[in-house]
């Protein structure tokens, strides 16, 4: 079975840094992966991805302070969190893509890690 494990979330300082590692354990035979986000009230949100060839896209919310990395062979991906601020508080999930073909993939949600940034 598929297991995605975030890890490094906390609580920090408007200002401050974090870096979330994910790693999904199991049989994915082609990985890609993100990261999104859900505050308490909102709906869940896209905030950066790593594709099969490594490129990255990051949300404009997050663009200038956040970058996504990662190792696709070893099925990891990162979140460098920099100018961490109140607003950027929420439970982030990693998403593990298993990309079975060009046009079909299985996906995999980690259970998500706090971020909590105070004033």
């Known amino acids: 079975q598929v297991q995605v494990v975030e890890s490094g979330g906390g609580l920090v300082q408007a200002g401050g840094s974090l870096r979330l590692s994910c790693i999904a354990s199991?049989?994915?035979?082609?990985?890609?992966g993100g990261w999104y986000r859900q505050a308490p009230g909102k709906e869940r949100e896209l905030v950066a991805l790593?594709?099969?060839?490594?490129?990255?896209f990051v949300a404009d919310s997050v663009k200038g302070r956040f970058t996504i990395s990662g190792d696709n062979a070893k099925n990891t991906v990162y979140l460098q969190m920099n100018g961490l601020q109140v607003e950027d508080t929420a439970v982030y999930y990693c998403?593990?893509?298993?990309?079975?073909?060009?046009?079909?993939?299985?996906?995999?949600w980690g259970q998500g890690t706090q971020v909590t940034v105070s004033s």
């Open positions: 790593i594709g099969r060839d490594g490129s990255t």
């Open positions: 199991g049989k994915i035979s082609n990985f890609s």
């Open positions: 998403r593990a893509d298993d990309n079975i073909s060009r046009y079909a993939k299985n996906v995999y």
